[in-house]
T-cell receptor
Framework: SQTIHQWPATLVQPVGSPLSLECTVE??????LYWYRQAAGRGLQLLFY??????ISSEVPQNLSASRPQDRQFILSSKKLLLSDSGFYLC?????????????FGEGSRLTVL | RKEVEQDPGPFNVPEGATVAFNCTYS??????FFWYRQDCRKEPKLLMS???SGNEDGRFTAQLNRASQYISLLIRDSKLSDSATYLC???????????FGTGTRLQVFP
């Protein structure tokens, strides 16, 4: 099975500061990669997904961006954080074209914007 | 209308009870359906896939009703360890997206 490494685990950032969350995957090649955000007490909101290097699909307009510089690396960034960016960010991976629906998640990054 | 909707609960049930959750989806062309479990402050994990003919895994039964566009999860003989949030997940047709519902919280008490 796959292993998802995601960091940092926790961070507290001031409004207007930049953000970079990184995710790497082991145990598979050419996976589909996803960034989700879960606000307190709410469900997972799909932010971005990628089916290959350099291919990014954005689900919601916002001040976040994603990049996939390598096959098993997925990065979530922001130039200027907003208060509303606080939440639990989860990176996930799925076998390319598999219909099992099994997403392997990282342990998440808990972001607090002050 | 949200793509995937669930009753947020919480459902508070005693040990040994049977409890059922429903989830509705808006895209009639959705092709795959799943239930995930999420423990407090942890990442979600796949509980089971939902097949057209319905499927069972131990105390858990999942069913799909395409005509009414809903899926269900039935938990029999609830255990304390079943306490968690249960997330309905839908894969819209011909996409690589997996859309999560907001989740239904279950609390099993002694």
């Amino acid at each position: 099975s796959q292993t998802i490494h995601q960091w940092p685990a926790t961070l507290v950032q001031p409004v207007g500061s930049p953000l970079s969350l990184e995710c790497t995957v082991e145990g598979t090649s050419n996976p589909n990669l996803y960034w989700y955000r879960q606000a307190a007490g709410r469900g997972l909101q799909l932010l971005f997904y990628s089916v290959g290097i350099g291919q990014i699909s954005s689900e919601v307009p916002q001040n976040l961006s994603a990049s996939r510089p390598q096959d098993r690396q997925f990065i979530l960034s922001s130039k200027k954080l907003l208060l509303s960016d606080s939440g639990f960010y989860l990176c996930a991976s799925k076998e390319h074209r598999a219909n099992t629906g099994e997403l392997f998640f990282g342990e998440g990054s808990r972001l607090t914007v002050l | 209308r949200k793509e995937v909707e669930q009753d947020p609960g919480p459902f508070n049930v005693p040990e040994g009870a049977t409890v059922a959750f429903n989830c509705t989806y808006s895209n009639s062309a959705s092709q795959s359906f799943f239930w995930y479990r999420q423990d407090c402050r942890k990442e979600p994990k796949l509980l089971m896939s939902v097949y057209s003919s319905g499927n069972e895994d131990g105390r858990f039964t999942a069913q799909l009703n395409r005509a009414s566009q809903y899926i269900s999860l039935l938990i029999r003989d609830s255990k304390l360890s079943d306490s968690a949030t249960y997330l309905c997940v839908v894969n819209p047709y011909n996409t690589d997206k997996l859309i999560f519902g907001t989740g239904t919280r279950l609390q099993v008490f002694p």
